[in-house]
């Protein structure tokens, strides 16, 4: 399966969006323009934090320049089994099972979740 992702330009990033950042994924928090000077163009300075391992990022582009957005999958899906670290998943949809860390919040099998994937990375979000 290819990874989902589109071109935007780095100006029109906005708080909450994705960005791929040194190919990982991770989510916008704060974006900050700077205006053009004598000899170069208006640039944007964007944090972000990667949304599977919570790591803070950042980028410094200018604001026309093309950044990659993924198309992050957001899904419903049963914990299957609670193994160690890791929580198997089943998407309610497809059927798949995916392997996810373990999460702060306790879960046994049975339990609806939410979840995000983009590659072979899998965060659940929250338990339904």
């Known amino acids: 399966m290819v990874d989902e992702k589109k071109f935007m330009q780095a100006g029109l990033l906005k708080p909450g969006k994705y960005v791929l950042i040194d190919g990982e994924v991770c989510q916008v928090k704060t974006t900050e323009k700077s205006k053009p000077g004598k000899h170069g163009s208006a640039k944007v300075r964007i944090v972000a934090f990667n949304i599977f391992t919570n790591q803070k990022r950042g980028l410094l582009k200018g604001t026309d320049v093309e950044v990659e957005v993924p198309l992050v999958l957001k899904s419903s899906g049963q914990v299957v089994a609670v193994v160690g670290n890791i929580v198997q998943i089943m998407d309610t949809e497809t059927y798949e099972t995916h ?15 939410e979840y995000q994937k983009y590659g072979g ?7 339904k």
Do not use: H, Q, Y
């Not at 990375?121 to 338990?127: E, F, L, M, P, Y």
């Open 99 to 113: 392997e996810a860390p373990k999460t702060e919040f306790a879960l046994v099998s049975g339990d609806e979740v």
């Open 121 to 127: 990375a899998v965060k659940i979000n929250r338990k």
